[in-house]
T-cell receptor
């Protein structure tokens, strides 16, 4: 397994509270991604990073922000959690962009917003 | 943007039979098509991928075929075993390479 650790693995929080999910990698890969997984929707890209302090939006970025201060860490923040953000969140990494560099996923964080 | 449709959403097969999952994509510029397997409580794991310059690729009991003209690709699992039970995702990526678009997933159940 690729060296990706997501924390926490499970979290329950209340509507309106801030939440930060952490992804830590030991592979020294340049590219890191946050996806959310919902039934029937597969995995949808929230944000991704192409280097320290370099990030960009994915297809479902509203309500989320990210930060990457070190190569190994990529944080996903929900500034004010809503019930629609109840989901399983996956971090992924890749060495390069493009077809020769597949994504490797962590084991996910299950977030429940009550 | 790219749209990937995956069918069926659930698939039940008898052990030893074959399983086929089909995906269609919308962006003719897509050139990379991976398949991921996700077991319960874990993240998706890449099991096979194919690039647009290849029509078919095999790896032991799994194979993927690609029809660029029709913009669809399929995963074939032969001689299914109980450990093949999982959720499978197809995906497509364009030459720009920075975004992988996933299908909705297929839950495969192999009955002993």
């Amino acid at each position: 397994d690729a060296g990706i650790t997501q924390s926490p693995r499970h979290k329950v929080t209340e509507t309106g509270t801030p939440v930060t999910l952490r992804c830590h990698q030991t592979e020294n890969h340049r590219y890191m991604y946050w996806y959310r997984q919902d039934p029937g929707h597969g995995l949808r890209l929230i944000h991704y990073s192409y280097g320290v302090k370099d990030t960009d939006k994915g297809e479902v970025s509203d309500g989320y922000s990210v930060s990457r201060s070190k190569t190994e860490d990529f944080l996903l923040t929900l500034e004010s959690a809503t019930s629609s953000q109840t989901s399983v969140y996956f971090c992924a990494i890749s060495e390069q962009l493009g077809a020769d560099s597949p994504l490797h996923f962590g084991n996910g964080t299950r977030l429940t917003v009550t | 943007g790219e749209n990937v449709e995956q069918h069926p959403s659930t698939l039940s097969v008898q052990e030893g039979d074959s399983a086929v999952i089909k995906c269609t994509y919308s962006d003719s510029a897509s050139n990379y098509f991976p398949w991921y397997k996700q077991e319960l409580g874990k993240g998706p794991q890449l099991i096979i991928d194919i690039r647009s310059n290849v029509g078919e690729k095999k790896d032991q009991r799994i194979a993927v075929t690609l029809n660029k003209t029709a913009k669809h690709f399929s995963l074939h699992i032969t001689e299914t075993q109980p450990e093949d039970s999982a959720v499978y995702f197809c995906a497509a990526r364009t030459a720009a390479g920075n975004k992988l678009t996933f299908g909705g997933g297929t839950r495969v159940l192999v009955k002993p």
